[in-house]
């Protein structure tokens, strides 16, 4: 890793490449290195209670971080550029489908791995991570409910992401009440016909795949069906690009569908099975999330403790005042509390837990609510700095925002925490 | 042809570094560890030779307690096809890694024996050059780029030196130590991290090897440099030529 830093720091400094590399020690590197250092060296650290295999998939991750994504986001950022080279970067090292079996080019890790690896690259990119994250749970639904032949056409493209995969649910007058989508398709023949439209979906129009909960039956969840449209389908159209607070390392377009035919060998499950897929995946989808706010949260706060260290008032670094050491305590404690809440329900959900959902619902709102507020107090301890986009703060901020909202709001968790509580014994 | 690379499990680059109270040493409990970076390079090469067609078999080679055993995994995560720990939790110098090496180079017979210059931690810069010296094979040191004959017998190695660039040639087998520019190591693959975990490692010790450790230097004692103490501020360009020369720095 040491000679990845020094090399880069080589190129930079040309002639005065001997002296550097015999100190070991060039600005670029020890930045790179402070860097590494802070993450892993700040409590709550977040290697606490990892065995060996662990800590190095978490080395890994954090090291391609580093090095491949920290240095671009704030430019994805504010050109709203979807790094589809990076993000095969990505995959050849096994990200594009950390839970997908081997037999297609998976990595065959578990949910708990895959925590961890989405909060140590979103440590550096939380928008870039959490489209890696929707990705790979598009390719982990189609790996767990595709048939043979959907898994052998679809999965080898996926998985080194030469081809990337949206989740289309939620639709324009469809949203927390997922159950009450009104796509429609409809059987002609060996095709189903799609109309309707699809709301808010990350990397539509750039997606290649887009697994589409669509209405084949009666109202409610057991009328809804999950297929497979391919991008060029003719009769699927994408509306404009969305203009948004946060996520713009990712484009967000709606889905258009008018008499788009699917062929039925599409169908990914069986039909009338769709609503539980999606919320079998979403499952997924929000430990990831919970992981991306992690590190999102995790890298503001490294930011904040090295800012208050530096800057200076009434005469002093305003880290002597203990009203900034408990507001850090307090954000770390908070911290700590969010991992290993999204850690243990990943765990049950690895272990197939059948209380898993709930367990994920809590962690998913704690999670994400607490790490917003990570980010926020994070942005308050630097003052006007924080506000500025010279300082990383408040990307982070804008980018987890979006995760109380997503996958299941703050009030969908707690809708199905406590209908779990109520439930009649 | 079969390569040997002696990697080491160090303090990580990144830790910060502590001296135990009783100044005996640097304080290793809870400190992050890794592979040493040189050694890295040293893999890294190895197994681009192997990527090559140039050669058939790399093999991994620690020494030092069982945990050191996780830098073997890291290194058939990049490609080694074997690990071999020689596993003591007694204190290693050069000399007796050396030894070690020559013992392990005397039955398996490699090729070629690739490694980091020297490890992070005590710098020492010894152990190429020792073994070299015990097994009577040429050695490279400082390597910034390693070019093997077409009929796999000799290498020419350019070599980073205080002039410029030397470039040796060596019949093999031969010993190289490394340099940081010799090569970028790669990221492991998830996959291949899982598939080094399943390799059946090599335990040797000292002893299977009759290898008496060399126990005849000592640390007396490991202290933090001194503190850096503030410079002056100069105004006009005839001060600091004033002052560099005061220091005799120019």
């Known amino acids: 890793m040491l000679g990845r830093i020094v090399k880069s720091s080589i190129q930079n400094n040309g002639g005065l490449n001997r002296i550097f590399t015999s100190s070991l020690s060039t600005n670029t590197s020890i930045s790179v290195i402070c860097n590494k250092r802070s993450f892993l060296n700040i409590v709550p650290d977040p290697s606490v209670g990892l065995n060996e295999d662990q800590k190095q998939i978490q080395q890994m991750a954090l090291d391609f971080a580093n090095d491949k994504l920290l240095p671009n986001a704030p430019k994805w950022d504010q050109e709203q550029f979807f790094p589809r080279e990076v993000m095969k970067e990505a995959a050849q090292l096994g990200f594009g489908g950390i839970y997908v079996k081997e037999d297609v080019g998976g990595s065959a890790l578990s949910r708990f791995d895959a925590a961890l690896i989405f909060e140590a690259l979103s440590s550096a990119d939380v928008s870039t991570t959490a489209f890696i994250s929707i990705h790979n749970m598009c390719a982990g639904l189609i790996d767990t409910y595709g048939n043979e032949e959907q898994r052998q056409k679809y999965l080898p493209d996926l998985v080194t992401m030469e081809k990337v995969a949206s989740y289309c649910l939620t639709e324009p007058g469809s949203g927390s009440d997922a159950a009450s989508l009104s796509t429609k398709a409809v059987r002609d023949g060996d095709h189903f016909v799609l109309n309707g439209s699809k709301a808010f979906i990350s990397g539509g129009g750039d997606s290649e795949v887009y697994l589409v909960m669509v209405r084949t039956g009666g109202p409610g969840p057991k009328g809804i069906s999950c297929l497979l449209v391919e991008k060029d389908t003719p009769g699927l159209s994408f509306g404009k690009k969305e203009e948004k607070l946060g996520w713009n390392s990712q484009p967000t377009r709606a889905l258009i569908f008018e008499d788009c035919r699917v062929p039925c060998a599409n169908l990914i499950g069986k039909e009338g099975q769709g609503f539980s897929i999606a919320m079998n995946a979403l499952n997924g989808g929000r430990i990831n999330i919970g992981a991306c706010s992690l590190g999102g949260a995790q890298a503001s706060l490294v930011a904040a403790r090295d800012h208050v260290k530096v800057r200076k008032q009434f005469g002093q670094s305003i880290s002597n005042f203990q009203a900034i050491q408990f507001k850090l305590a307090d954000l770390a404690t908070q911290l700590y509390a969010s991992r290993l809440m999204i850690r243990s329900a990943a765990q049950m959900l690895d272990e197939k837990d059948p209380q898993a959902h709930v367990y994920i619902a809590m962690a998913k709102l704690f999670a994400c609510d607490q790490a917003f507020k990570i980010c926020d107090e994070s942005l308050q301890l630097h003052g006007g700095y924080g506000y500025l986009k010279d300082y990383p703060v408040e990307r982070y901020l804008r980018d987890t925002r979006v995760h109380r909202i997503l996958e299941g709001s703050d009030a969908v968790m707690r809708l199905l925490t406590s209908r779990e509580m109520l439930k009649d014994l | ?250």
């Not at chain 2, 135990?20 to 890794?34: A, E, I, L, Q, Y």
């Not at chain 2, 094979?137 to 390597?143: D, I, L, S």
């Not at chain 2, 008496?212 to 007396?220: A, C, G, S, T, W």
């Open chain 2, 1 to 250: 042809m079969k390569i040997f690379v002696p990697v080491k499990r160090v303090i990580d680059y990144a830790a910060k570094i502590r001296v135990r109270p009783d100044k005996s040493g640097v304080d290793t409990n809870g400190v992050r560890m890794s592979t040493n970076p040189f050694d890295e390079i040293a893999i890294e090469e190895a197994v681009r030779l192997k990527e090559k067609g140039i050669a058939k078999e790399v093999v991994a080679i620690t020494m030092g307690p069982k945990a050191s055993e996780e830098v073997l995994r890291s290194s058939l995560a990049i490609g080694a096809d074997q690990g071999v720990i020689v596993n003591t939790d007694k204190p290693l110098n050069p000399l007796s890694v050396a030894k070690l090496l020559q013992k392990l180079a005397e039955t398996e017979k490699p090729n070629l024996i690739i490694m980091g210059k020297q490890a992070i931690d005590d710098d020492c810069n010894q152990t190429a050059q020792m073994l070299a010296g015990l097994l009577k094979w040429p050695q490279a040191t400082f390597a910034s780029k390693i070019e093997i004959s077409e009929s796999k017998d000799s290498v020419k190695v350019t070599r980073e030196i205080d002039g410029g660039l030397e470039t040796l040639s060596m019949k093999l087998p031969a010993i190289i130590s490394c340099d940081l520019r010799l090569n970028e190591p790669r990221y492991a693959k998830l996959a291949n991290i899982m598939k080094a975990k399943k390799v059946q490692l090599t335990t040797k010790t000292p002893e299977d090897l009759g290898v008496q450790l060399n126990e005849n230097l000592k640390i007396v004692s490991v202290e933090e440099p001194a503190k850096r103490s503030g410079g002056s501020k100069v105004t006009t360009v005839d001060d600091i030529v004033a002052s560099l020369k005061k220091h005799s720095l120019i």
